[in-house]
């Protein structure tokens, strides 16, 4: 097996360039990189940062958290998206201070049994927030290695065995510089080697790149489809949701039937949520965010 590109070069690029993004300074706590990793599923950076700054300022801990409602958490995560990750947070936030003493684990196989935490946000969590050596794989990374190390023009839609496998022989023995230079190889994805149109004159490691080497350019369309909106039941969800954070107490059926004109489809929604616990249905046919 060939030995893996060297990508050090990667550290004084970031260290010059990369975003000053706040779950990513040397005084971060494992709570606030958990937080970060899990506003971040499918959602812009520029979304995230306002929300981030205000979830943290109100619960900067997990016990700060757990202590409060979990309606409390789904109406500051406001218009984020997926409001299920809003109680997932505060679920994990509980079984944080119930189990370990209100600290973030930082293993991997311990994150993996918190809820909402998957193989990625476990795996970022242990890097980020405690600077463990694993690979981190996300859309970007997974990019940057395909085009470095195998020379193909993406990576797919998914993380596989050999993704993490690929990413690991990359990495270098040191922890710390290998926590450093994951969150590197991220922020090149992001900035730089993009999917449509990467800058393969600004990278710092244009020189050891086996898709730029190969002289290969990038199939021609879209790289993916984006997903519709308007008129899903995920609009349709967002719209009850908006009325249960705003109102200061429970809410009448008549209320929620006002903002969708298909009773089928608005049924349908509703019941979504209150399958996921993102609300409750009361006596008298009146519905309100969870409580405890």
């Known amino acids: 097996m060939n030995a893996p590109p060297d990508l050090t070069p990667l550290l004084a690029w970031y260290a010059r360039d990369a975003r000053d993004l706040p779950w990513r300074r040397a005084d971060v706590t494992p709570w606030q990189v958990l937080v970060s990793e899990v506003m971040l599923q499918q959602t812009p950076v520029s979304r995230v940062l306002p929300a981030w700054t205000a979830w943290l300022e109100r619960w900067p801990t997990p016990a700060d958290l757990a202590a409060d409602q979990p309606a409390e958490a789904i109406r500051m995560w406001g218009r984020l998206g997926y409001p299920r990750r809003a109680v997932r947070l505060h679920e994990c936030a509980r079984i944080l201070v119930e189990r370990y003493g209100g600290v973030v684990p930082d ?117 993916r489809r984006p997903q519709r909106y308007a008129g899903t039941d995920r609009q349709v969800r967002g719209l009850l949701m908006a009325v249960l954070r705003e109102a200061p107490g429970s809410v009448e059926r008549p209320r929620l039937d006002l903002v969708w004109p298909d009773p089928v489809q608005r049924d349908r929604a509703l019941e979504g949520l209150l399958v996921d616990g993102l609300a409750v249905r009361l006596p008298g046919d009146r519905y309100t965010l969870p409580v405890n």
């Open 107 to 223: 293993d991997v196989p311990t994150l993996l049994t918190l809820p909402g935490i998957g193989s990625y946000t476990a795996r970022a969590v242990a890097v980020f927030g405690y600077q463990r050596r694993h690979p981190v794989v996300d859309t970007n990374v997974r990019r940057v290695a395909a085009r470095v190390v195998t020379g193909q023009p993406d990576g797919g839609t998914t993380t596989s065995a050999g993704d993490l496998a690929t990413v690991e022989r990359l990495l270098p023995e040191s922890a710390d510089r290998a926590a450093r230079l994951s969150v590197a190889i991220m922020e090149l994805g992001a900035l730089v080697c993009t999917a449509r149109s990467p800058g393969c004159a600004s990278c710092p490691i244009s020189d050891r790149c086996a898709w730029r080497a190969s002289g290969r350019s990038l199939p021609s369309g879209s790289s």
